[in-house]
């Protein structure tokens, strides 16, 4: 059981607009603490997706972004690519547990 | 370029012992704090351990306090994962990872992981 809630799929179809939720409580997310997004891709490292709720690392396409409200943030992606069908995590910081905390993981499947 | 390489990963019996590593390079390995992460087969991701720049801070999830060590060797831009006691339950992928804070143009009150190895295997079975 993950500390951060996460939808387990989401899917979309190429060109369309997918969100994928990120939930926490008081210790975490409604804390204040920072929302950061990551794209697990097969047989890949990590990749940083989203660092501090809204920001976007060079390189990461336009079509990723992240936002934040009380004990919730959400990944964006607009105009949905075949490439973009991986696993996405969010990660936070929990101080009850003095320690970095991530999401279950959502599967995209773009249809 | 900026890059994270893990080794030491294999199959190990319960009760057994491993010694994982992970070598930098591209960056100045002494200025950052650095962590583990593991990704068990089906599972999510979990933040393992992390080791401040000096190495004189150091913090651990609870399932592998006291079974667990990190370290480093600023020298050779080298980070460590000593694992005692392994449980079948430790069974992952075990990712390193670099901690940051800050970037050029904004701070975060908590780190984000940038960049990330491609991880090694560790299957603790019988």
């Known amino acids: 059981q993950s500390v951060l809630t996460q939808p387990p799929s989401v899917s979309g179809a190429p060109g369309q607009r997918v969100t994928i939720s990120c939930t926490g409580s008081s210790s975490n997310i409604g804390a204040g603490y920072d929302v950061h997004w990551y794209q697990l891709l097969p047989g890949t490292a990590p990749k940083l997706l989203i660092y501090a709720n809204t920001n976007r690392p060079s390189g990461v396409p336009d079509r990723f972004s992240g936002s934040k409200s009380g004990t919730s943030a959400s990944l964006a992606i607009t105009g949905l690519q075949a490439e973009d069908e991986a696993d996405y995590y969010c990660q936070s910081y929990d101080s009850s547990l003095s320690g970095s905390v991530f999401g279950g993981g959502t599967k995209l499947t773009v249809l | 370029e900026v890059q994270l390489v893990e080794s030491g990963g294999g199959l190990v019996q319960p009760g057994g012992s491993l010694r994982l590593s992970c070598a930098a390079s591209?960056?100045?390995?002494?200025?950052?704090?650095m962590s583990w992460v593991r990704q068990a087969p089906g599972k999510g991701l979990e933040w393992v351990a992390n080791?401040?720049?000096?190495?004189?801070?150091?913090y651990y999830v609870d399932s592998v306090k006291g079974r667990f060590t990190i370290s480093r060797d600023n020298a050779k831009n080298s980070l460590y994962l000593q694992m005692n006691s392994l449980r079948v339950e430790d069974t992952a992928v075990y990712y390193c990872?670099?901690?940051?804070?800050?970037?050029?143009?904004?701070?975060?009150?908590?780190?984000?992981?940038?960049?990330w190895g491609q991880g090694t295997l560790v299957t603790v079975s019988s």
């Open positions: 591209g960056f100045t390995f002494s200025s950052y704090w």
């Open positions: 990872a670099r901690q940051i804070s800050c970037s050029s143009t904004s701070c975060s009150n908590n780190n984000w992981f940038d960049p």
């Open positions: 080791i401040k720049q000096d190495g004189s801070e150091k």
